[in-house]
């Protein structure tokens, strides 16, 4: 499976919204709705925020949001805060079933990961 | 809490092999798969393969097909990946995450191990 495709790059100022896009296909993205994001600081471990294209992680801030539209998931930060500078991957498990089955194949795929710079 | 605790940094030679640790604590080990991830220097995240704690089965991406073989230890509550036929684009920081539902969310990860491979 092809990764999924993500800008390299987005920025924007303290207190302004960026939104981060996930294209995919009708494979992935598009067919299921086992959409994740993660967000990764340097020299860290990455954090899931995001499951299920729009359920926040418990602990994680109100200001991070997602949806999917079609074959593009996105990743909305409101209220951008300078902590928010760091690395984002989305995810697609691309199975109908809701728990893997080995023997099965691969079924999952990341993104090719967004850097968000807070200027 | 849960905790994934990794193996220290490795030195490795082309050619060789390497064997990477994670010890789990703070839940029922064999109820939850385990995922390899990787991260080469100033690249994006990789997903390496699966195993269940509870059986040992395995399920490995097709670029690891015949390089990597990954293995649990019940009694300590540790998950194995070994690597091998060792090439420098495999350095690379080395994660273990768990795998919150069995499809393929992280909602806990290792602090990463960078193996190095340098003649």
């Known amino acids: 499976q092809s990764a999924l495709t993500q800008p390299a790059s987005v920025s924007g100022s303290p207190g302004q919204s960026i939104t981060i896009s996930c294209t995919g296909t009708?494979?992935?993205?598009?067919?299921?709705?086992?959409v994740s994001w993660y967000q990764q600081h340097p020299g860290k471990a990455p954090k899931l925020i995001i499951y299920?294209?729009?359920s926040r992680r418990s602990g994680i801030s109100n200001r991070f949001s997602g949806s999917k539209s079609g074959n593009t998931a996105s990743l909305t930060i409101s209220g951008l805060q300078a902590e928010d500078e760091a690395d984002y991957y989305c995810?697609?498990?691309?199975?109908?079933?809701?728990?893997?089955?080995f023997g099965t194949g691969t079924h999952f795929v990341f993104g090719t990961g967004t850097k968000v710079t807070v200027l | 809490q849960v905790q994934l605790v990794q193996s220290g940094a490795a030195v490795k030679k082309p050619g060789a092999s390497v064997k990477v640790s994670c010890k789990a604590s703070?839940?029922?080990?064999?109820?939850?798969?385990m995922h390899w991830v990787r991260q080469a220097p100033g690249q994006g995240l990789e997903w390496m393969g699966i195993?269940?704690?509870?059986?040992?089965?395995?399920s490995y991406a097709q670029k690891f097909q015949g390089r990597v073989i990954m293995t649990r230890d019940t009694s300590t509550s540790t998950v194995y990946m070994e690597l091998s036929s060792l090439r420098s684009q495999d350095t690379a920081v080395y994660f273990c995450?768990?795998?919150?539902?069995?499809?393929?969310?992280?909602?806990?990860w290792g602090q990463g191990t960078l193996v190095t491979v340098s003649s």
């Open positions: 995450a768990r795998d919150l539902r069995g499809d393929y969310l992280f909602d806990y």
């Open positions: 703070g839940y029922t080990f064999t109820s939850y798969y």
């Open positions: 195993i269940n704690p509870s059986g040992g089965s395995t």
């Open positions: 009708s494979s992935d993205v598009g067919g299921y709705n086992y």
């Open positions: 299920d294209v729009s």
């Open positions: 995810t697609s498990y691309t199975s109908s079933s809701p728990h893997y089955v």
